[in-house]
């Protein structure tokens, strides 16, 4: 049971360092879009790829293993009226923004039944609101699991769920269509996608229960540290000896790598970012969903028509920093003016 001594839990809700933090693995994931680019195109050198797969990609189980962290330190978290108010507000939002890239982005698709269709038979979500589905589906299955069984079971499902996805990725070519279908990540389809993050979610709620300071979460950081050596040094040998940077195996070493971290990560900013801190800035709590709802827009939308002849002669990474640091500042800004702004903030 959680203790009411844990001064992580205790300070959770009310912290400046891990809203830095979560701020930090926004930007994060902006990079990753920004610099996944040439990894799709195979134009990025092996180190380059790695960055790209682990170096990056950590930020996205550590925003749903904080999620679920405050699942599982919420008071009232087994209520119907809890989960109500959660999965409303997260479908509000995903409400929303569907909306937005429905109506501005650009779609390959050429009319607006095959986008209609796309949306709502098919199920696949507009660019990076998959995650907000996904965030929809682990909270409610957590839910579901530790009102009626216990938070044993749920790390059980958890954990069931991750081998199963990795062991698909790493057994793909023996597994057929559905193997490559995993291996691909299916274009991030939101009701599939859950099978890997309620791993994390599942910690997270562990780690929320339990408190994040507590004797097994300090064993769970170290054992993730070690495991992320292990996993790296499994990586550069098998590349040594000749696997293809996108050969399963590889693709299943990175995919455990990047989820350790992103765990190890979050149990490093509960522990270390938030004693004491209380959150002085309003607005600095909805920035990272800002960054990442909006970051999407401007990549495509803008900084194609603003970024100066100078700035796209120096080559690939000099753009890519631009496009990183320009995209996050313009959310910045449009995130202050939604949160000034009332009738916005319930969307944000």
């Given at each position: 049971m959680q203790t009411t001594e844990d001064p992580v839990t205790r300070s959770s809700r009310r912290s400046l360092g891990l809203d830095i933090a979560r701020v930090a693995a926004a930007v994060c994931i902006v990079a990753l879009h920004v610099f996944d680019v040439g990894v799709a195109a195979g134009t990025a050198d092996p180190l380059t790829v790695w960055i790209v797969a682990v170096g990056l990609r950590w930020a996205i189980p550590f925003f749903f293993v904080l999620a679920g962290f405050f699942h599982g330190s919420h008071p009232g978290?087994?209520?119907?009226?809890?989960?109500?108010?959660?999965?409303?507000?997260?479908?509000?939002?995903?409400?929303?923004?569907?909306?937005?890239?429905?109506?501005?982005?650009?779609?390959?698709?050429?009319?607006?039944?095959?986008?209609?269709?796309?949306?709502?038979?098919?199920?696949?979500?507009?660019?990076?609101?998959?995650?907000?589905?996904?965030?929809?589906?682990?909270?409610?299955?957590?839910?579901?699991?530790?009102?009626?069984?216990?938070?044993?079971?749920?790390?059980s499902l958890g954990a069931g769920c991750g081998i199963l996805y990795v062991g698909a990725i790493a057994l793909s070519p023996a597994l057929g269509p559905f193997g490559e279908y995993v291996r691909s990540?299916?274009?991030?389809?939101?009701?599939?996608?859950?099978?890997?993050?309620l791993a994390f979610y599942a910690v997270g709620v562990w780690l929320g229960r339990t408190g994040a300071s507590a004797p097994p979460a300090r064993r769970t950081a170290f054992l993730g540290t070690l495991a992320v050596v292990v996993l790296a040094s499994l990586r550069v040998a098998a590349v040594v000896c000749g696997t293809s940077v996108a050969s399963p195996l590889v693709q299943s070493l990175d995919t455990l790598t990047f989820g350790i971290l992103g765990v190890v990560a979050a149990l490093g900013a509960l522990n270390t970012l938030m004693r004491g801190s209380e959150r002085r800035v309003p607005w600095l709590g909805a920035l990272p969903l800002g960054?990442?709802?909006?970051?999407?827009?401007?990549?495509?939308?803008?900084?194609?028509?603003?970024?100066?002849?100078?700035?796209?002669?120096?080559?690939?990474?000099?753009?890519?920093?631009?496009?990183?640091?320009?995209?996050?500042?313009?959310?910045?800004v449009a995130t202050i003016v939604i949160e000034r702004f009332g009738p916005l903030r319930q969307f944000l």
């Open positions: 978290a087994s209520s119907v009226a809890w989960l109500d108010k959660r999965c409303g507000r997260l479908l509000r939002v995903f409400v929303a923004w569907t909306a937005v890239y429905f109506f501005f982005m650009p779609s390959t698709d050429t009319t607006l039944g095959m986008r209609m269709g796309r949306l709502f038979i098919n199920g696949q979500t507009y660019y990076t609101l998959w995650f907000l589905g996904s965030l929809i589906a682990c909270t409610t299955v957590a839910w579901v699991v530790l009102r009626y069984v216990n938070v044993r079971a749920l790390l990540q299916a274009g991030f389809w939101w009701y599939s996608t859950p099978l890997y993050w960054i990442y709802l909006m970051h999407p827009l401007i990549l495509v939308m803008a900084l194609p028509r603003i970024t100066p002849t100078f700035i796209l002669a120096q080559g690939p990474l000099v753009l890519g920093i631009w496009n990183v640091v320009i995209a996050s500042a313009v959310c910045t």
